[in-house]
């Protein structure tokens, strides 16, 4: 009980506020006062003692002394300064690497490190069986740091200057402008992840950079060739009788590089509907346009040209052959959608065209497009065969299978690949052959 300050007289409430008040002076002023000594004798065997009182934060009387120093984060008054330096040490060692860890896969060092034995065709051996017996490192959004310079190594494509992409771009509206416009504003409207990363300008800028690189290689050829034409008839001309003029319009009419003649198929060559889903990957695991811009030409001009032209004759050819894939490898299933009036022209359209990048979740499409650049695009073509095998049950269940394949299930790229591999090696060689070449 002495302990306790004597309570002078009056109301037995007043003194308790009197110590508190006085406490909480000494607390926030830290002052040499006459009233110092009561607050400081009280407060010392509370903390030796353990009887805090709960209401009250005696605790806070050091924290004016160690908040001048600008401490981390702590939950500690009394917290030394030693675990803050070992905390500052040991950020930078997070931050090497891939950024995912501090190991990095074997797949990110062959990539990072090249070949060791200077063996290049071997070394990507190597990196295409590590593509497929290991996943590209990636986030919750499917981000890498390393997957676009995977895609560019295995599809062998040479930088290109940003001075050339930039060029492209200053040259304004390209003959596929308006129907660029018409389409990159829905593409993937529904993906969050797409929306949050790619803008509609950047789609647009790409799509209209790649259009007019298509228009300048359709009409080079013609340019070429032009000043030698010209100079045949003006030598015919002069050489011989004024009939040879009536040949004139039946030499000058195969030039298809004429504006005034071909404005129409010239911008059906350069730009077809779903060029813009086929895209959007591509900017979207890029790290700059530039990049997404050498992958994207590349593809349309090299690995499906057939795609993109204006009757898109390659995705036709590839929706047959995954009747003719399907019907080998699933005979009941194919028989049953065919009895309904169910080929795949009917709904495998847009999983041909944009190699599956119309079906959902968007990091799924990325680890599929891994499978795809290591092994070849074709697969692609399997892929969905494997797709359909997925849902056999729920499509021979169903009366309508038109219902069930308005809309594919969410990819799952590990399962697809797995069944992919499988179903490769049902394949006769001769119709392996033409899954190799129907995109060209």
């Known amino acids: 009980m002495s302990s306790i300050p004597p309570r002078p007289g009056g109301p037995p409430s007043q003194p308790v506020r009197t110590v508190r008040k006085i406490q909480s002076h000494h607390t926030l002023s830290s002052s040499n006062n006459a009233a110092n000594a009561r607050p400081t004798h009280h407060r010392a065997p509370r903390l030796s003692a353990g009887h805090e009182d709960v209401s009250r934060p ?34 930078p060692a997070r931050k090497t690497g891939s950024g995912f860890g ?32 290991t996943r590209v490192d990636a986030d919750a959004d499917g981000m890498s740091p390393y997957r676009i310079y995977l895609w560019l190594v295995l599809l062998n494509i040479a930088p290109v200057p940003t001075d050339d992409y930039l060029t492209l771009i200053h040259r304004g509206r390209s003959p596929a402008y308006t129907k660029i416009r018409n389409d990159t504003f829905r593409t993937l409207a529904t993906d969050p992840l797409f929306k ?97 811009f050498a992958l994207f030409h590349y593809f349309v001009t090299r690995e499906c040209p057939g795609y993109v032209r204006g009757a898109m004759d390659g995705v036709h050819r590839g929706l047959r052959l995954v009747d003719r894939c399907l019907e ?14 169910m080929q795949a022209e009917l709904y495998a359209f847009p999983s041909v065209l944009t ?46 299978p038109n219902k069930i394949l308005r809309s594919f299930p969410p990819l799952d790229a590990k399962e697809i690949i797995a069944l992919t591999v499988l179903i490769v090696r049902k394949i006769p060689d001769a119709l392996y052959a033409e899954l190799l070449d129907h995109a060209k």
């Open 328 to 341: 080998i490898v699933e005979p009941k299933l194919a028989a049953y959608l065919f009895d309904k009036g």
């Open 102 to 133: 501090v190991k990095r896969s074997v797949l990110e060092s062959l990539l990072r490190d090249g070949p060791q034995n200077a063996n290049v065709l071997e070394a990507l051996q190597e990196l295409r069986y590590l593509v497929l017996s």
């Open 58 to 91: 005696p605790q806070l009387a050091p924290a004016p002394q160690i908040r001048p120093h600008r401490r981390a984060r702590s939950n500690s008054d009394a917290a030394s300064h030693e675990p803050v330096v070992s905390q500052a040490q040991k950020r």
């Open 196 to 292: 949050r990363r790619v803008t509609e300008a950047s789609l647009i800028r790409l799509l209209n950079a790649v259009a007019w690189k298509l228009h300048d290689a359709k009409t080079a050829p013609t340019r070429s060739h032009r000043p030698s034409s010209r100079k045949r008839d003006k030598d015919r001309l002069i050489n011989t009788p004024p009939r040879i003029a009536e040949d004139e319009p039946f030499i000058d009419e195969p030039s298809p590089g004429e504006p005034s003649a071909g404005a129409n198929m010239s911008e059906s060559a350069i730009y077809v509907q779903g060029m813009n889903v086929l895209c959007a990957p591509f900017l979207y695991a890029a790290r700059s346009e530039v990049e997404a």
């Open 355 to 400: 190699l599956c990048a119309c079906t959902p979740p968007l990091p799924e499409v990325l680890h599929l497009w891994d499978f795809l650049f290591a092994y070849g695009p074709h697969l692609n073509i399997l892929c969905i065969v494997a797709q359909l095998i997925r849902m056999r049950d729920t499509i021979l269940e169903s009366p309508s």
